[in-house]
């Protein structure tokens, strides 16, 4: 039975907890805290093409095209001689110590081989293709023997992704025809059999599928681009119909990384030819079957990712730059495009990385740099705050030299000036700065 002494320190009790409970004491578990989030930061990609710092190189020849080799580490330009670089960190070319290596008269073209192990150069005026080893510092080093012959006016190369054999199309409009190699053990180049196959008038370029399968010539002379099928010993065969339209004065031909499709200069029409490419290898016209470019586009390569197109047109100096649709078609980017230096650009190439860019001008012997989707163009500070809920934080947007805020974004925040201040935080997110030039 409870005594009244009982029952009244009981309720004493019961009334203190409820007390102590009511003010926010009597245990751990009645504590709370502020939740705190963190902002973070980042800065937004420049789509397309960025030119770096410094944004040209000086090339000691007539700048008709560079390509890199498989590694990215190593650059090499075709004109007069051969001209070598090692690509920096930041995608800038330093020259090599010698700069110039010879090949034959009038270096067109270069190719490398899958492994990075070989160079292969088309002659224009000589008519034969040099061949030479990449050693452990990049340097070119002549194979022996140093050449072999090609048709008349050899002026496109491709190498086949297998490494095993090396196409090089024959301009003049005597000659008309694609040589057959296949690589030796040695990186030597050895004539297949047949030597040659025709193709259309005036052959400039060549693209080989990613699989190895199918090779495509663009047709200068007469507005074609012809198709061929690659056989089990690397022989062409042209597939039926050989030969499918392109604009007028196709000049070069890229192919996406996946084998969809084809994209071909068209130097009289400014214009790309696009196509999609079916599963028997065959060329059709994507709707529309052309995109706009500047004046007069000379060269055209897809991005390794397969996210863009560039095409550098040679009266204008301009390198027009396009998004890849899933369905292959292009779209231009925005800004359309981007200035190359004074002197007609002549090529474009994009490193394995997809990161950096290289545009050659013929007349002045400069290569143009830049980076792709450049994470550059300025600071934000800080880089990072933890807030407390319901509270909002500044940060300070500066622009590099030459670049202006282009707009931020996130945290549902304002603009003003260079200032970018939240909303009420409510939770963990992210402020995206872009900068443009």
Excluded at 165 to 181: G, H, L
């Amino acid at each position: 039975m409870w005594s009244l002494e009982k029952t009244t320190l009981w309720t004493m009790t019961f009334l203190s907890m409820a007390a102590l409970s009511a003010c926010g004491g009597g245990g751990g578990d009645s504590d709370t805290k502020t939740p705190t989030f963190t902002v973070s930061t980042r800065l937004g990609g420049v789509p397309g093409l960025t030119a770096l710092r410094p944004s040209t190189v000086e090339s000691t020849t007539e700048a008709s095209s560079l390509a890199v080799d498989p590694s990215g580490r190593y650059a090499y330009v075709a004109g007069s001689d051969i001209d070598q670089y090692t690509i920096q960190a930041n995608g800038s070319l330093a020259p090599m110590s010698p700069l110039s290596v010879s090949a034959g008269s009038s270096p067109r073209n270069i190719a490398i081989d899958p492994t990075g192990q070989y160079a292969y150069v088309t002659n224009n005026f000589s008519s034969n293709v040099s061949q030479f080893s990449i050693e452990a510092d990049g340097s070119l080093k002549a194979l022996d023997p140093a050449t072999i012959d090609a048709g008349v006016g050899p002026s496109g190369i491709a190498v086949d992704p297998t490494g095993q054999y090396v196409y090089v199309t024959n301009a003049n409009a005597t000659d008309n025809t694609v040589y057959q190699y296949s690589i030796g053990a040695d990186g030597t180049l050895s004539h297949l059999s047949p030597q040659k196959i025709l193709a259309g008038s005036g052959p400039v370029s060549v693209v080989v599928d990613p699989s190895g399968q199918y090779a495509y010539v663009a047709n200068q002379n007469v507005g074609t681009v012809s198709q061929f099928a690659i056989g089990d010993d690397g022989t062409l065969t042209a597939l039926s119909p050989k030969n499918v339209n392109s604009g007028s004065l196709p000049r070069e031909i890229a192919m996406d990384p996946n084998g969809h499709s084809v994209y071909v200069a068209n130097g009289n029409d400014n214009t790309l030819s696009q196509y999609t490419v079916g599963n028997d290898g065959q060329l059709t016209p994507m709707n529309p079957a052309t995109v706009a470019t500047g004046n007069s586009p000379e060269s055209v390569t897809v991005d390794p990712t397969g996210q863009y197109v560039f095409a550098v047109s040679t009266n204008d100096d301009t390198i027009s730059q396009y998004g890849i649709g899933a369905d292959g078609s292009l779209t231009a980017l925005s800004p359309e495009s981007v200035a190359t230096s004074s002197g007609s650009g002549h090529s474009i190439t994009v490193d394995p990385t997809g990161q950096y860019a290289y545009a050659t001008n013929f007349n002045n012997s400069v290569i143009n740099q830049y980076a792709i989707d450049a994470q550059s163009g300025g600071t934000i500070s800080p880089t990072s705050a933890t807030v407390a809920e319901g509270l909002t934080t500044t940060f300070t947007l500066t622009p590099d030299s030459g670049f202006t805020l282009d707009h931020v974004t996130g945290c549902d925040g304002a603009e003003s000036v260079n200032t970018y201040t939240t909303n009420s935080v409510v939770e963990d997110c992210t402020v995206t700065a872009y900068f443009s030039r």
